[in-house]
């Protein structure tokens, strides 16, 4: 059994992400495509929400992307501060890439799903606001890759921010949540006894959960695929770099 | 410590700008107001907790690359940092400089601005109190933006994307306890959670200023 630290070699974890990729994209787009159409024609209109409850299979998964991304990202910046594994680092960058659309995604569906349902595109509901403040912490954590020009510096930068963001963050969803009282339902989704059926609550039900789980995996392969191929770029993009300097000096 | 401590201070008073900058700017802001909402005074006394601590923020927004991109300019920050002073404590410094001169005005100043913003009287101890627990918190994680930002030629845009979320849990709570106290309605629980994120941010923030430094500096 080898070591899962043998892939902070830039060249294996090439290799392995040439291998993986195509199987994760091709069940990505699988899921995707099945989940979507699944969820987007052969699911009924919800009793009092019509048609819009579908937006749910694109605002969901793109709002459980957007929060864990984050938090992958705190686990691999502390990866590259303790171990100094480029890669790791690399791959935080290329996710926080994709996590900004996933908000942005997020955002953008809860106001069109919000607009006919809460009659507003926008509230100051705590989740909304939590997201907000989550899609400047991207924003910035990528304005500060892009603004320095040596890549370990940037690196060592970001993921200090990243790791202080981090606390912040939770910070802000508590402060914002002891700010206002929120329109937002409840998690429905993921919940104990959800499965079993000794839930209660309002729950999704198994309707519109099954083609809403597909979707759910779907983004998660979608978001590993991409990071994986961001990734590799990325380490082609430093190789090339460091060919032409050994070049320009022979 | 105190050395630098005075230094900065005479800095900021002799060389002009960094002083009275963030108390005009609050000044500005306080002026403008009744301008653009119009001069109903029940109106203005409602906003009045949240527009004074608003003003206080971006006061202290305004001035945050001052903190150390004049020492990194002429080359003090190399000098400071090969030091036998620990860059933790010449971080910790420099935010104590940077709150006596921009947050010690603005809460000494803030009652005269409640003033003009018809702020109801049981709210001055509260503003007084929220203020002067709640600004070393902007002026330290203002800091730790400025180490992040230091190296930069024009960092002041990124400066202030960066700061402003981790601005926010301060703000709510400070501007949450002026409310409150100025409506005269509990106040222990924001007071309690700015008071912490104050003395977490003091105690915690200036290690990881001093590392950001101390990588830019490399």
Redesign the interface.
Known sequence: MSSIWENANPVKFSRLAGVVLPWVSGFAAVALVVGLVWGFFFTPDDFRQGSTVKIIYLHVPSAMMAINIWAMMLVTSLIWLVRRHHVSVLAAKGAASVGVIMTLIALFTGAVWGQPMWGTWWVWDPRLTSFL?LF??Y??YL??WE??DNPD?AA??TS??C???SV??L??R???N??NQGLHQGASVMRAGAVTGTDTEEKVSNIFFYPLFLCIIGFVLLFVALVLLRTRTEIHKRRTKALLAREHLG | MIALLTRDLKLAVRAGGGFGLGLAFFLIVVILVPFSVGPESVLLSRIAPGILWLGALLACLLSLDRILALDWEDGTLDLVATSPLPLEGVVAVKSLAHWITTGLPLVIAAPVFGLLLNLPAPGYVWLILSLAVGTPALSVVGT?GAA??V??KR?GL?LS??V???Y??TL??GA?LARRGAEGQATT??LL?LAG?TFGAIAL?PF?SA??LR??L?
């Open positions: 403040i400047l912490f924003l910035g304005a500060l603004a320095i510096t060592d930068l200090v921010l790791i202080v963001g912040f963050a910070l802000s508590y402060a914002v002891f700010w | 730790f992040l930002t190296g930069l960092g990124l994307l960066l402003l979320p981790l926010v849990p709510i709570f949450e629980t924001p959670m994120i923030l990881a590392l950001v990588i830019n490399r």
